[in-house]
T-cell receptor
Framework: GENVEQHPSTLSVQEGDSAVIKCTYS??????FPWYKQELGKRPQLIID?????GEKKDQRIAVTLNKTAKHFSLHITETQPEDSAVYFC?????????????FGGGTRVLVKP | NAGVTQTPKFQVLKTGQSMTLQCAQD?????MYWYRQDPGMGLRLIYY???????DKGEVPNGYNVSRLNKREFSLRLESAAPSQTSVYFC???FGTGPGRGEQYFGPGTRLTVT
């Protein structure tokens, strides 16, 4: 089955700096790569996603890049703010008629220092 | 529009007891999922239902059963709870397939402790 590894496990940045989280996946058939943000005690919330036919996607201060050849994808947060402090999870799946089974990475705890 | 709802929010069980976690969605989604999240870890898929009338195992199905009661509701049952099942359980739903339809939306979670 799919295996997703995520690095780093913790990331501390100064407010205004950029943060980068990297994930690798094992199944070359995976075609959907979402990123979730989870605040303490809350549910995971989708912040951005990318499909395998796209190399990069951007939404305001957040961007995701995908390298299918190397089987890795990254989340980039620019101009970080204290409210960006949370745990971020990457995931990978093969979206098909029989559901969308996400395999999650282990998470990255991001701390933005004011 | 409540999205994905789960009951109960918290539960404490003794080893060997049984219970059912309830999940409902009002977004007309086809697919529903149950995940568990252990402290400091990512989410792992327990079972999923691609569409009404179908269920299938995920990564960690042992010790659990599910029922897709109708399009809206998907329950998770622990027949004989064990301390290893102490976790936070999240239900999620999605439309299923097609552009823009793979996104999963999560419920608020059920925090379960087995003593």
């Amino acid at each position: 089955g799919e295996n997703v590894e995520q690095h780093p496990s913790t990331l501390s940045v100064q407010e205004g700096d950029s943060a980068v989280i990297k994930c690798t996946y094992s199944d070359s058939a995976s075609n959907y790569f979402p990123w979730y943000k989870q605040e303490l005690g809350k549910r995971p919330q989708l912040i951005i996603d990318i499909r395998s036919n796209v190399g990069e996607k951007k939404d305001q201060r957040i961007a995701v890049t995908l390298n299918k050849t190397a089987k890795h994808f990254s989340l980039h947060i620019t101009e970080t703010q204290p409210e960006d402090s949370a745990v971020y999870f990457c995931a990978a799946s093969i979206v098909k008629a029989a559901g969308n089974k996400l395999t999650f990475g282990g998470g990255t705890r991001v701390l933005v220092k004011p | 529009n409540a999205g994905v709802t789960q009951t109960p929010k918290f539960q404490v069980l003794k080893t060997g007891q049984s219970m059912t976690l309830q999940c409902a969605q009002d977004m007309n989604h086809n697919s529903m999922y149950w995940y568990r999240q252990d402290p400091g870890m990512g989410l792992r898929l327990i079972y999923y239902s691609a569409s009404e009338g179908t269920t299938d195992k995920g990564e960690v199905p042992n010790g659990y059963n599910v029922s897709r009661l109708n399009k809206r509701e998907f329950s998770l049952r622990l027949e004989s709870a064990a301390p290893s099942q102490t976790s936070v359980y999240f239900c999620a739903s999605s439309f299923g397939t097609g552009p823009g339809r793979g996104e999963q939306y999560f419920g608020p979670g059920t925090r379960l402790t087995v003593t």
